[in-house]
DNA sequence: ATTTTCCCCTGCCGGC
DNA sequence: TGCCGGCAGGGGAAAA
């Protein structure tokens, strides 16, 4: 919905957005561009223009964009910034809490694989990322294998409520030792990663909070979520409770009977 | 080097 | 019922 369309003024309201740049300066920046293309590497948006620097966003935890074919409606709550294109529609940028990044790069240095590395890692639906791949990533880690998951460096786009969801649908505790996870279970692991996020994808996302997309549509993955947010509801495999626990800081749900604890298999 | 902790924000919810 | 600590779809910086 942004190709061909010319900026004509940027404004931004939360200078935080654009921390640890000037908000002129990304203004600046970006009027008289013409989107070319916009895409993604891990969580990490991308808009590219006809010339100039690339346009890059994080939106974090409540990030939201919301595009308006014409003039805005009317102002929605947490607006931080907004796009105005040359034919009337607009980008507006929404955020909760002000987590969310923007700035700018010169073409060459996002186009290099220097700026991503200890970034952003393998990309889980392309056809490199194999069951052999993972298991090499996750070789020789001594931490949980949910803060494996969680770390965009080894495997891109995994979040919170992906990793809980995946591990329950390899059956393996998210306290495991990464690098301890067994060939099978690396192989269940890779199927489930995939699976599970195409499924999600293929709803339009978890809008468990206020997630929306673009075009300010609700994703129905959450009906779809098995464990994730469903402390104390019967395990959709095996009927006992869900459990909440805590890995990497991160609230994880686990089903006691389906994801063994380490140590002790069944 | 890898791993963990703290912190950035705002709003909401569960538990006392 | 009302208040409040804890927590949330994340990750960078600093510390261990």
Redesign the pocket.
Known sequence: MLPWRRIERVEIWDA?LTLPDDPERVERALVGRTVRDVGRR???LLFDFDEGDILLM?????GQLHFSPSEPEQDP??RRARIAFADGASLLYCD????G?AWTLPREVVFDGAYWRG?VGVEPLEARFTARELGRRLA?????IK??L????LVA?????YADEALFAARIHPETE??RVDEPGVRRLHRAIRDRLRV?IAAG????????DARGER?A??TLLRV??RRGEPCPRCGIAIQ?I?V?????YVCPRCQPAPGREC
């Open positions: 935080r891990g969580k990490y994080h939106l974090r935890m409540t709550p947490y909760l809490r002000r987590f990044r970034r020789g880690r001594r931490t949980a803060a494996a969680l770390d965009q460096s786009g995994i979040g919170n409520i990464a690098g999600a996302g978890s809008s468990i909070d206020r997630y929306r994703g993955m959450q994730h947010r909440k805590r990497a800081q991160r609230g994880t």
